[in-house]
């Protein structure tokens, strides 16, 4: 089969890679209808975090399912499926309390790399949700977008604590910042302020619920979201970079007793600790729990009633995957979609 293989910084291939098979009793090998480009992806492609070269690239997937291993009960071949970057039982007590990419059993899809045109999927049972049917294709994008970039701007606002009228700020304005805007709209949020300086993704920001939009970064940043709330600062702020500067920005823009939901994967972030201190505020993120909010996301994409698949702003043959990095990387596209 074709697959993303990357060899080093801003070095991706597509090659010949073995076609997947079953190894456990609990797999699934499913046929990649869509996959896309993480902005994590983008750390190795930078070189700001070693890979071991050559790496498997890709974590975000749909497709349908070609094969179950002998355990495997509630998924068939034939279903259309979505599942998260990481594959997990769904039953241990981590899962249960809703936190199943901290799984007991967990494994890392990235490992596998889903930008392919075959993909194992391990622990299928508890990973994989099936949709009703099989979707039309104008709903590709939308369900892909549940296997991460949702589901992690989801989760972002859900740690937030986002509720009806409560006033969020979303640090961070990639595929994860937009949806977290979503989310906090679908949650019911009064105020919703987006920090961008780029007009596009202010445009679908706006779009998605923002309210209102704030250009300047920094302590700059954190005096426009004071003066936008009489002074106090958000209740609810998503953190959806990952540089210490994001991170303080975050923090600073909460007003004490509020929630930070930090989704950002963290490079290089130290926190000063008599600050967060005085701060009051919550922390709570991580690599989010895609797959506690999976059946609820697929529910409203199959409904039409939300539209997260307008992040990717390019869509590329799996061939032209490096392009699709490229583009990302130069912040000419928002998301890339590979369609293998
Ligand atoms: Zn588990």
Not at 49 to 72: K, Q, R, S
Request: hydrophobic share 45%.
């Amino acid at each position: 089969m074709r697959g993303a293989v990357m060899y080093g910084p801003r070095d991706v291939r597509i090659e010949e890679r073995n076609d997947p098979r079953i190894v456990e009793p609990t797999d699934a090998i499913i046929r990649v209808s869509a996959a896309c480009v993480c902005g994590s992806d983008l750390w190795p492609y930078r070189g700001i975090e070693d890979l071991e070269w050559p790496a498997p690239m890709g974590h975000e997937y749909v497709g349908i399912v070609e094969e179950v291993a002998a355990e495997v009960e509630t998924i068939k071949p034939g279903q259309f499926v979505v599942g998260s970057f990481w594959a997990s039982d769904n039953t241990c007590e981590i899962c249960r309390a809703g936190y199943q990419s901290a799984c007991v059993n967990r494994v890392p899809m990235g490992a596998l790399g889903a930008q392919a045109e075959l993909l194992r999927v391990p622990l299928a049972d508890g990973t994989l949700v099936a949709t009703p049917d099989v979707p039309s294709d104008d709903l590709l994008p939308n369900l892909l977008a549940a296997s991460d970039v949702l589901g992690t701007g989801w989760f972002g606002a859900v740690a937030a604590e986002v509720a009806p009228g409560k006033t969020v700020a979303v640090v961070g304005d990639g595929g994860v910042g937009l949806l977290a805007v979503l989310a906090a709209r679908q949650l019911g949020a009064e105020r919703i302020i987006a920090m961008s300086r780029h007009e596009p993704r202010q445009r679908l920001a706006r779009e998605y619920g923002a309210t209102d939009i704030v250009e300047e970064r920094g302590d700059d940043g954190v005096a426009r979201i004071k003066e936008l709330t009489n002074g106090l600062g958000a209740h609810s702020v998503v953190e959806a970079v990952g540089t210490q500067e994001s991170m303080l920005q975050a923090i600073r823009a909460t007003r004490p007793g509020g929630h930070v939901g930090f989704v950002g994967v963290g490079h290089e972030v130290a926190l000063p600790g008599m600050e967060l201190f005085w701060s009051l505020v919550h922390l709570h993120g991580g690599p989010a729990p895609v797959r506690r909010f999976l059946p609820e996301l697929i529910d409203l994409i199959w409904n039409r009633q939300i539209d997260p698949g307008r992040v990717f702003d390019l869509q590329l043959p799996l061939e032209q995957a490096a392009e699709g990095y490229r583009a990302m990387d130069e912040r000419e596209a928002i998301k890339t979609l590979l369609t293998p």
